[in-house]
């Protein structure tokens, strides 16, 4: 069964300044999607980023990037010129591509505190 | 689109009470998960429905939940008979296995038994 860790339950930064949350999974399969979530006070879980397994090119959305290390299942966030917006707790996901189901698994999740 | 749709947003009941959480998914979707959010726990994955057909119900904690999806725009989640423990957030979100990678959630429902 997959699993995926989240080992920072929280994380703070500066405004302006750049954050990584870091994450790592398990499974035995070759081809997955690895996904960021935000949920803010409001809980609405809002897609950051995603990336496809078989892409070795690392995700990029404006200020968000990401860290695919495929080999060592490490699957990093990296805010840039951090904004009190981004303050929120952030989940890792993973989605299995097997035949019969398409889960998707979720970490802990870190919580993000800007401090202004 | 709307988006998903849950029902109601928020839910407070009497333990031993039944209680039912609704979910619309976004038209044209054919995958349909329910996820429970605690502190404790975080979100866990109860179960997943593809074609209305539940393919995958591991996630459900015991025989007091169940869930049903009896056509492509409509599913229910229900506990009977609700206990203290139960209260979380209650998540439904969908998908388009053909199209989309990631699932699209509603706002939650959040359930208060006391």
């Given amino acids: 069964a997959q699993t995926v860790t989240q080992s920072q339950p929280e994380m703070s930064v500066q405004e302006a300044e750049t954050v990584t949350l870091s994450c790592t999974y398990d499974t035995s399969e070759s081809d997955y999607y690895l996904f960021w979530y935000k949920q803010p006070p409001s809980r609405q879980m809002i897609l950051v980023i995603r990336q496809e397994a078989y892409k070795q090119q690392n995700a990029t959305e404006n200020r968000f990037s990401v860290n695919f290390q495929k080999a060592a299942k490490s699957f990093s966030l990296k805010i840039s010129d951090s904004q009190l917006g981004d303050a929120a707790m952030y989940f890792c996901a993973y989605r299995s591509l097997w035949a019969g189901g398409f889960k998707t698994i979720f970490g802990a999740g870190t919580r993000l505190f800007v401090k202004a | ?114």
Avoid at chain 2, 8 to 28: A, D, F, N, Y
Avoid at chain 2, 55 to 62: A, K, Q, R, V
Avoid at chain 2, 69 to 75: E, L, T
């Fill in chain 2, 1 to 114: 689109d709307a988006g998903v749709i849950q029902s109601p947003r928020h839910e407070v009941t009497e333990m031993g009470q039944e209680v039912t959480l609704r979910c619309k998914p976004i038209s044209g979707h054919n995958s349909l998960f329910w996820y429970r959010q605690t502190m404790m726990r975080g979100l866990e994955l109860l179960i997943y429905f593809n074609n209305n057909v539940p393919i995958d119900d591991s996630g459900m904690p015991e025989d007091r939940f169940s869930a049903k999806m009896p056509n492509a725009s409509f599913s229910t989640l229900k506990i009977q008979p609700s206990e203290p423990r139960d209260s979380a957030v209650y998540f439904c979100a969908s998908t388009y296995e053909q199209l989309n990678t990631e699932a699209f959630f509603g706002q939650g429902t959040r359930l208060t038994v006391v």
